[in-house]
């Protein structure tokens, strides 16, 4: 697995990570904890050393999922967690008081079975506390040992520029594929500019450039995608030429879309890091093979020309998130 070192930070981990949220929580029931313990430290095995939880989701179950399954290989690896919400439970609002940040921190701790955690994010940005206050805060705990870099996640440019002005921030982590591009336009210019690295989440499109989805699939009641517009079977049809253009590239390739999704990100510069998440072994096993598919020049214009022609419809999150982005 070839590594990447994330923007001017000396942090390094594998280019690919693994978002560990939908073993637990936000896409359907829970999978089996012993099968994702072995999922996951068979992802060390493949080379990965980059792992993404938060205290939200669950809440808490899956930080206690990744601590065990990573306690015997902590030395091997880099843990991601984040704070932000009010008792980390999302539907309760938004909590980043220096107070619950150092409560979180403690807690995660404790649930991650470790001294330290690599990388802390805030989750999302409170309007009620100053980003300077949770900068300072976080810098604390990284004189204290508790924590070794900062994050932010889903934070507009001016808010990242002021935090980093207080403590230097390692990456940013937001959205960000072939179907939501909106981070080129600001946000991938600022990171540049500072020397901070990213980490897009939902980099394969919540499961929709991979091909497997489509406007007759149905998804568990509990699954997040049920109150995602971007997932209303109208806008799956339309949704669709994406997929389409995706397919075709792979099958040029000998890849899959999965694959072209992953290498057109990791094609785009050279500090961003994608954390594509799953619950199924050959899954990863996929994903991974997209770091041997480099994409040359000619293959970047040309899905960049034909993507940029295609509509994408429907909003990336209920209008109750979306306004929780780009603070």
């Not at 980059?50 to 930080?63: L, M, R, S």
Request: glycine letters at 8%.
């Amino acid at each position: 697995m070839q590594r990447r070192t994330l923007g001017s930070s000396n942090l390094e981990v594998s280019a690919l990570g693994l978002g560990c949220m939908g073993m637990s929580f936000g896409y359907g029931p829970p999978a089996d904890r012993n099968a994702m313990i072995s999922l996951i430290r068979t992802a060390v095995e493949r080379g990965v050393t980059f792992f993404d939880t938060a205290e939200a989701y669950g809440p808490f179950t899956n930080e206690e999922l990744v601590g065990d399954a990573l306690a015997p290989l902590r030395q091997q690896v880099v843990i991601a967690t984040k704070f932000g919400f009010r008792n980390g439970k999302p539907g309760e609002g938004l909590d980043s008081r220096p107070e619950r940040i150092r409560e979180v921190a403690d807690a995660s701790l404790g649930r991650l079975r470790t001294d330290h955690i690599d990388l802390f994010y805030q989750h999302r940005r409170d309007p009620d506390v100053p980003i300077e206050d949770v900068a300072g805060t976080v810098k604390d705990l990284i004189a204290e040992g508790k924590v070794r870099h900062f994050g932010l996640s889903e934070a507009g440019a001016g808010a990242i520029r002021r935090a980093h002005a207080v403590q230097p921030v390692t990456a940013l982590q937001s959205e960000y594929s072939l179907w939501w591009r909106e981070p080129e336009a600001e946000i991938l210019p600022t990171l540049d500019e500072l020397g901070i690295g990213f980490v897009p989440f939902s980099p394969l499109g919540r499961g929709f450039l991979t091909g497997k989805i489509d406007e007759s699939t149905t998804f568990d009641s509990s699954d997040f995608r049920n109150t995602v517009p971007r997932f209303t079977t109208e806008n799956r049809k339309a949704n669709k030429a994406l997929v389409d253009l995706v397919t075709q590239i792979a099958a040029r390739k000998r890849a899959t879309p999965a694959q072209i999704a992953l290498a057109w990100l990791l094609a785009q510069k050279p500090w961003i890091v994608p954390i594509p998440g799953t619950t199924k072994l050959h899954r990863l096993e996929e994903n991974l093979g997209a770091a041997s598919h480099a994409l040359e020049p000619d293959d970047l214009r040309e899905i960049s020309d034909a993507a940029s022609k295609i509509t994408v419809h429907g909003a990336r999150y209920p209008e109750s998130i979306q306004k929780l982005v780009n603070r």
